[in-house]
């Protein structure tokens, strides 16, 4: 995996923290100068710190551990999101995308759900997951008294448009 190496912040650029909890913990990578993502760990040693594998059985969810606490800088939440090389192996996030809160400050875990038709194993170390960061737009709400102007669709439902 080629990833672009870590040359400090930029100026102006929002600053994702992130706290190791074990030594051996990988910080989120860039796999490139052009992903938006960054990339995001397994952490899977044993009590005797040996790499290992956790199994992620068919149409199940598993959390993984990460090994990392991460905090976003004020007024943005981190969106976690799948990664399409395990996506076309039918491995993806279950919530997706989860959503990192400004206010979490557990380990991040990320909820893998199999939807294939075989285990999938992921080792210590494989890269599960991407992380993007985004701004936090607050909106009100305002209740309607009338309902909302009908534009053709709304007694369609779902698919009205075709595919």
Do not use: W
């Amino acid at each position: 995996m080629r990833t672009v190496p870590y040359t400090g912040p930029r100026q102006g650029a929002p600053m994702l923290s992130v706290h190791k909890l074990y030594p051996h913990a990988k910080l989120p990578v860039r796999a490139n100068e052009f992903a938006v993502g960054l990339d995001v760990f397994a952490y899977l040693l044993t009590e005797s710190g040996r790499p290992t594998s956790r199994a992620i059985h068919q149409r199940a969810v598993t959390p993984v551990p990460t090994g990392i606490i991460i905090k976003p800088p004020d007024g943005y939440f981190v969106q976690v999101c799948s990664r399409s090389g395990l996506a076309k192996k039918s491995i993806i996030v279950a919530t997706t995308p989860g959503i990192v809160d400004p206010d979490y400050s557990g380990e991040l875990i990320i909820l893998l759900y199999n939807g294939g038709h075989e285990t999938h194993y992921v080792a210590h170390e494989h890269r599960i997951a991407q992380l993007i960061l985004a701004p936090i737009v607050r909106v009100d709400i305002t209740e309607l008294t009338d309902p909302p102007p009908d534009f053709g669709r709304g007694q369609s439902g779902y698919g009205s448009t075709g595919l």
